[in-house]
C-alpha cells in the first residue's frame, strides 16, 4: 500500500487548514483539529493517508527527513530552513501574515534604521535575518529564540527583533514599532521530492484535490 502521511502545523492556522481538508475525499479524524487533544496521529477518509500534527517550525523537516510524504508550512519555515529534499508545489492562501524588522520605539527615537551597521536581533529566523541585513551591508549577531520575542527588547537582550506580524497589536504592546517588510508569509503544501518519485500517483491526486479545495 502506498501510505501517505500528511504534517498538519499545530497553533494558528488548524481552522483554516480544517475548511481546506474537510472539503476532501481524505479529510482526517475530527480530533486533529481539537487543539486539547494530545493525539499526535490522525486516520482519515481513506485507509492509505494518514495525519500528524506537529510544531509549526517541525513540519518541513519531518518533510525533508520522510517522516511525512506532504505537509503544510509557511514560506517563512520553508525559507529558513531551505531544505533541497522539499519543494513547494501549491500556495493554499492561508495564514496570511508578514515577516518584519521590529526595534524599540526608544530606539527608534535616537537612531533611523538605514544607520544601522553592526547589530544584535532575537528571531526564530537567524539564516533569513542574517542573509535580509547581509544584503544591505548590515552585520547581525541573531539571538535564537522559539517564542516571545516581544520581551526581548525590554530585558535588554537585544533592541530589535525579526518575527512574524499581523496586525502589530504585540508590538505596539511590547513598546516595539515595525521597521520593515522582510518577506510576505503565506502557508504551502510542501512535498518530499523522493516521495514524489515513488509516489507520484497518489501524490498528485491529493495536490489535486487541495487545490479544488482551496477557497
Known amino acids: 500500500m502506498n501510505k501517505i502521511i500528511i504534517a498538519i502545523p499545530r497553533g494558528r492556522i488548524i481552522e483554516e487548514c480544517k475548511n481546506i481538508l474537510n472539503k476532501t475525499s481524505f479529510a482526517p479524524d475530527p480530533l486533529l483539529f481539537d487543539e486539547s487533544s494530545r493525539k499526535l496521529t490522525f486516520s482519515s477518509s481513506k485507509r492509505?493517508?494518514?495525519?500528524?500534527?506537529?510544531?509549526?517550525?517541525d513540519v518541513c523537516t519531518f518533510v525533508a527527513f520522510g517522516a511525512a510524504q506532504i505537509g503544510i508550512a509557511g514560506e517563512d519555515v520553508i525559507k529558513e530552513f531551505n531544505y533541497s529534499e522539499v519543494y513547494a508545489p501549491l500556495n493554499?492562501?492561508?495564514?496570511?501574515?508578514?515577516?518584519?524588522?521590529?526595534?524599540?520605539?526608544?530606539?527608534?527615537?535616537?537612531?533611523?534604521?538605514?544607520?544601522?551597521?553592526?547589530?544584535?536581533?532575537?528571531?526564530?529566523?537567524?539564516?533569513?535575518?542574517?542573509?535580509?541585513?547581509?544584503?544591505?551591508?548590515?552585520?547581525?549577531?541573531?539571538?535564537?529564540?522559539?517564542g516571545s520575542m516581544e520581551l526581548a527588547p525590554s530585558?535588554?537582550?537585544?533592541?530589535?527583533?525579526?518575527?512574524?506580524?499581523?496586525?502589530?497589536?504585540?508590538?505596539?504592546?511590547?513598546?516595539?514599532?515595525?521597521?520593515?517588510?522582510?518577506?510576505?508569509?503565506?502557508?504551502?503544501?510542501?512535498?518530499?521530492?523522493?516521495?514524489?518519485?515513488?509516489?507520484?500517483?497518489?501524490?498528485?491526486?491529493?495536490?489535486?484535490?487541495?487545490?479544488?479545495?482551496?477557497?
Open 48 to 57: 492509505e493517508v494518514q495525519y500528524i500534527k506537529v510544531r509549526s517550525f
Open 92 to 146: 493554499l492562501k492561508i495564514g496570511k501574515c508578514r515577516l518584519s524588522v521590529a526595534a524599540s520605539n526608544k530606539l527608534l527615537k535616537k537612531e533611523k534604521f538605514d544607520m544601522w551597521s553592526n547589530i544584535r536581533v532575537a528571531t526564530k529566523y537567524p539564516n533569513i535575518s542574517r542573509d535580509f541585513f547581509a544584503n544591505k551591508g548590515v552585520q547581525v549577531e541573531a539571538i535564537k529564540l522559539n
Open 155 to 215: 530585558l535588554k537582550m537585544c533592541r530589535r527583533i525579526v518575527d512574524l506580524v499581523s496586525s502589530g497589536k504585540t508590538l505596539k504592546e511590547n513598546g516595539l514599532k515595525e521597521v520593515e517588510e522582510i518577506m510576505k508569509v503565506e502557508s504551502k503544501l510542501i512535498i518530499n521530492r523522493s516521495a514524489f518519485k515513488t509516489k507520484s500517483k497518489i501524490i498528485n491526486k491529493i495536490i489535486e484535490e487541495i487545490k479544488e479545495a482551496i477557497i
